[in-house]
């Protein structure tokens, strides 16, 4: 297999596996990233009829489709397949495919670790799944795996948390070969202040990558030695905490939420100065402006705890630095609406998504504001606000950024243009059925309907209705997502190298669909 | 053939990373199976092993004779520069996480179980006091791990260890083999010595002192950040024992040896994370 001779790169394409082998064997980024965006596309749809069944169980008051322990299975894993299987691969999938192209590399780093990145995601994605049909079911300790709930639950548990430990080694590899392509790999004239925004925005949620993976893995590693070897470090009788899992875990978690949102700021980066035709406004402060987010994502964690007890002196840090995070944020977010002001704009697909990603975005960062303030936490914790609240940067962020990048993307990785009246069918039903499903669970949220439950109280019922409808239209819209992808695989009007009127940058100098291998000699940035 | 030297290095297709997901997916699977009394989990977890084994075999030994026939130019070597100090970063991590469980242990979970309230509520005779006293729930009395003993000879061996390995370089450096082949056959000698006195003061926790795993909050966080390490040296030797095969094969040249460097990089970490060890867990 590992050629000793050397050959020059005329005739190093030709002895290539095919079939299913060349998927497995692959070193090329460009296959890794379609194999990264196919799976999560999968995992998207496996936790998004999850969500559905949960949401039909919500429709109305008492049990009527799933038993309330299958009920907290479902939740849970719906949290982790969508965070560790579908949000966080789409966005390596879509490094992989567009660091190279917008740095001028001829692939990543380290090529064969690439492949070994992905292909440690189906194992983890089987142990996780597998585990609804071993004894006991799945976990059913939300997506925290809150200690002591976690140290006593059966064999699901352990699996889940191999998965987790198998995931994390793949994070940690995806994000050193990131790294080392954007740092070392970049072509001549490629300064790092040059660089897409994008790259940028992967570089640094590389570093979170690489800081917090290391940290859960430590976490659940802890719960399994007290689960099977004895040790108490989540036991009070025999002087642990169950409160240092959630310490350990949220220091992971927090800049985990950034990790998920970043290259999501990267992509709307990409999009708007495309569809407004102009530069983006403040690109040096856009980076600092991540930078500083990633910064105080390590120094934030305990706000996810206000209830669990804390002194009132750590309650009043964590609100204030906490809070800090707004600041940043909303320079991006007016950086936006700057590179919009003024600008000859069109609404393709893209650009619906991006803008209708700034709105419903910013809603959620609002929301995160109020969570913030610890007193309102406190009546808040637990309560369908905070769903409401992280499905509102996670679906409306880290999604809407992932379909904006599709729909930007998708003609250079498929040569033929999407068909763009089923791109606007797919945003409108998705925008419009996703405030549908979550708007009113601010509503419930306030009213005190507590989350993780699969019952509630008789007044909560028609806006549970409301959102379950929403839901269900929300979920069945995407499989015009997966419609579309395949229409312009199979064919479609021909995509020319600059797909964009309005795009800049290395990638749209390549042919569309990009060749196999592009940038081996290194283009030369002015 | 001067152009292709300019170019960076991609590799042809591989089927190693293919083997190492299989060797992880039986290895998770077998751990599970044995932790849980479910068939034979042991075996699959043994086969798990081999398999990474086979991988980790099959992989380096590509990127061995890669390297030797000078497929990588000076931008690889960077890209090895910087993943194994980020990789390093990753570790330093994953302790840590531990690191940060016991701080918080000795700081506020064991004094906190002292506290008035407690002990109105649930402990009324308990009295912390690190690391003798940490479980209000009572537990067999033991020994704790003395500092000035076996760890801080351990210490010094570390350190010792270290030196001797910067002189393997120097000598490495300075084309002088034979005192690069004696500083490593020193290093990789302190290294099992360590490992030795570390496997005899655990039995001697075991069998003479009762300090166990589950020796409350103290016993684990001793023996988990002290285990981990442990493993952490014994790749550490492990790693040393194959940059001693490929000098004595004759890899390695003065002005290009990364694989040396970095091996060295890991090895010196595992040596602070240790100091950190010796003052924290064992002595203070």
């Known amino acids: 297999m590992e050629a000793t001779h050397v050959h020059g790169a005329e005739h190093a394409h030709e002895h290539h596996p095919s079939g299913i082998m060349r998927w497995i064997t692959t070193t090329n980024h460009k296959d890794i990233g379609t194999l990264y965006l196919w799976f999560s596309l999968i995992m998207f749809f496996t936790g998004g009829v999850m969500a559905l069944v949960i949401r039909a169980e919500l429709f109305q008051p008492g049990l009527q489709v799933t038993e309330p322990e299958f009920y907290n299975q479902l939740?849970?894993?719906?949290?982790?397949?969508?965070?560790?299987?579908?949000?966080?691969?789409?966005?390596?999938?879509?490094?992989?495919?567009?660091?190279?192209?917008?740095?001028?590399?001829?692939?990543?780093?380290?090529?064969?670790?690439?492949?070994?990145?992905?292909?440690?995601?189906?194992?983890?994605?089987?142990?996780?799944?597998?585990?609804?049909?071993?004894?006991?079911?799945?976990?059913?300790?939300?997506?925290?795996?809150?200690?002591?709930?976690?140290?006593?639950?059966?064999?699901?548990?352990?699996?889940?948390?191999?998965?987790?430990?198998?995931?994390?080694?793949?994070?940690?590899?995806?994000?050193?070969?990131?790294?080392?392509?954007?740092?070392?790999?970049?072509?001549?004239?490629?300064?790092?202040?040059?660089?897409?925004?994008?790259?940028?925005?992967?570089?640094?949620?590389?570093?979170?990558?690489?800081?917090?993976?290391?940290?859960?893995?430590?976490?659940?590693?802890?719960?399994?030695?007290?689960?099977?070897?004895?040790?108490?470090?989540?036991?009070?009788?025999?002087?642990?905490?169950?409160?240092?899992?959630?310490?350990?875990?949220?220091?992971?978690?927090?800049?985990?939420?950034?990790?998920?949102?970043?290259?999501?700021?990267?992509?709307?980066?990409?999009?708007?100065?495309?569809?407004?035709?102009?530069?983006?406004?403040?690109?040096?402060?856009?980076?600092?402006?991540?930078?500083?987010?990633?910064?105080?994502?390590?120094?934030?964690?305990?706000?996810?705890?206000?209830?669990?007890?804390?002194?009132?002196?750590?309650?009043?840090?964590?609100?204030?630095?906490?809070?800090?995070?707004?600041?940043?944020?909303?320079?991006?977010?007016?950086?936006?609406?700057?590179?919009?002001?003024?600008?000859?704009?069109?609404?393709?697909?893209?650009?619906?998504?991006?803008?209708?990603?700034?709105?419903?975005?910013?809603?959620?960062?609002?929301?995160?504001?109020?969570?913030?303030?610890?007193?309102?936490?406190?009546?808040?914790?637990?309560?369908?606000?905070v769903v409401a609240h992280f499905h509102y940067v996670l679906v409306a962020g880290s999604l809407f950024a992932l379909f904006a990048g599709t729909y930007y993307w998708l003609p250079k990785w498929t040569g033929h243009m999407y068909d763009e009246k089923l791109g606007k069918w797919h945003f409108w039903l998705s925008m419009i059925s996703f405030n549908v499903a979550f708007f009113p669970q601010h509503f419930l949220g306030l009213a005190g309907m507590p989350r993780r439950m699969p019952d509630y109280a008789l007044q909560f019922a028609n806006f549970n209705e409301v959102s379950t409808i929403g839901a269900m239209v929300f979920g069945f819209s995407q499989l015009i997502l997966l419609w579309v992808v395949l229409k312009a695989i199979r064919g479609g009007e021909k995509a020319p190298a600059k797909v964009w009127e309005g795009a800049e940058g290395l990638e749209w100098t390549v042919p569309s669909p990009a060749p196999h291998h592009t940038f081996e000699e290194p283009p030369v940035v002015k | 053939m001067v152009d292709q030297a300019q170019k960076y290095y991609v590799p042809e297709p591989s089927r190693y990373p293919i083997f190492g997901s299989i060797a992880l997916l039986l290895m998770a699977s077998g751990a599970v199976m044995w932790m849980n009394n479910v068939g034979a989990g042991k075996a699959v977890l043994a086969a798990g092993v081999l398999v990474l084994i086979y991988m980790l075999f099959g992989w380096f030994g590509a990127v061995i004779r890669e390297n030797e026939s000078g497929k990588y130019n000076k931008r690889v070597d960077t890209s090895f520069r910087w993943s194994m100090s980020w990789f390093i970063f990753s570790e330093v991590m994953f302790f840590a996480a531990f690191f940060g469980a016991l701080f918080y242990a000795r700081a506020i979970s064991v004094p906190d179980l002292g506290s008035l309230e407690h002990r109105q509520l649930l402990w009324p005779n308990f009295a912390p006091r690190w690391p003798e006293s940490v479980a209000p729930g009572g537990m067999d009395p033991f020994q704790p791990m003395e500092a000035w003993g076996i760890p801080a000879i351990n210490t010094l061996i570390l350190l010792t260890s270290g030196a001797t390995l910067t002189w393997a370089h120097w000598g490495l450096i300075a084309n002088r083999r034979g005192q690069l082949k004696l500083g490593l056959v020193l290093t990789i000698l302190l290294g099992v010595l360590f490992l030795g006195l570390q496997a005899y003061e655990y039995v001697h926790a075991y069998t003479e002192m009762n300090l166990k795993l589950s020796t409350g909050i103290y016993g684990s966080t001793f023996f988990m950040l002290t285990g981990f390490h442990g493993l952490h040296v014994t790749i550490g030797a492990t790693m040393l024992i194959v940059i001693l095969g490929r000098v004595l094969r004759g890899h390695f040249k003065p002005e290009d040896h990364f694989g040396f460097e970095a091996v060295a990089w890991y090895w010196h970490f595992v040596d602070v994370v240790w100091l950190m060890l010796f003052v924290v867990v064992y002595w203070l």
């Open chain 1, 75 to 385: 939740v849970t894993m719906h949290g982790l397949v969508m965070v560790f299987g579908a949000i966080m691969p789409a966005f390596v999938g879509f490094a992989n495919w567009q660091i190279p192209l917008m740095i001028g590399a001829p692939d990543m780093a380290f090529a064969r670790m690439n492949n070994w990145s992905f292909w440690l995601l189906p194992p983890a994605a089987l142990l996780l799944i597998g585990s609804f049909f071993v004894p006991g079911g799945a976990t059913a300790a939300g997506w925290t795996l809150y200690a002591p709930l976690s140290v006593q639950m059966g064999v699901g548990m352990d699996m889940a948390i191999f998965a987790v430990h198998i995931m994390g080694i793949s994070s940690i590899m995806g994000a050193i070969n990131i790294i080392t392509t954007v740092l070392n790999m970049r072509a001549p004239g490629m300064t790092l202040m040059k660089m897409p925004l994008f790259c940028w925005t992967w570089l640094i949620t590389a570093y979170l990558l690489i800081a917090v993976m290391p940290v859960l893995a430590g976490a659940v590693t802890m719960i399994l030695t007290d689960r099977h070897f004895g040790t108490h470090f989540f036991n009070a009788a025999y002087g642990g905490d169950p409160i240092i899992y959630q310490h350990v875990f949220w220091f992971f978690g927090h800049p985990e939420v950034y990790i998920m949102i970043l290259p999501a700021f990267g992509i709307v980066s990409q999009v708007i100065p495309t569809f407004a035709r102009k530069p983006l406004f403040g690109y040096a402060s856009m980076v600092y402006a991540t930078a500083s987010i990633a910064i105080l994502s390590f120094i934030v964690w305990a706000h996810h705890m206000f209830v669990t007890g804390m002194p009132v002196a750590g309650q009043l840090y964590f609100m204030y630095a906490t809070m800090l995070i707004a600041v940043p944020t909303g320079v991006k977010v007016f950086n936006w609406v700057a590179t919009m002001f003024k600008g000859s704009m069109t609404f393709e697909t893209p650009m619906l998504w991006a803008t209708g990603f700034i709105f419903v975005f910013t809603m959620g960062g609002f929301t995160g504001l109020m969570l913030a303030i610890a007193p309102l936490d406190i009546q808040l914790q637990e309560t369908y606000y």
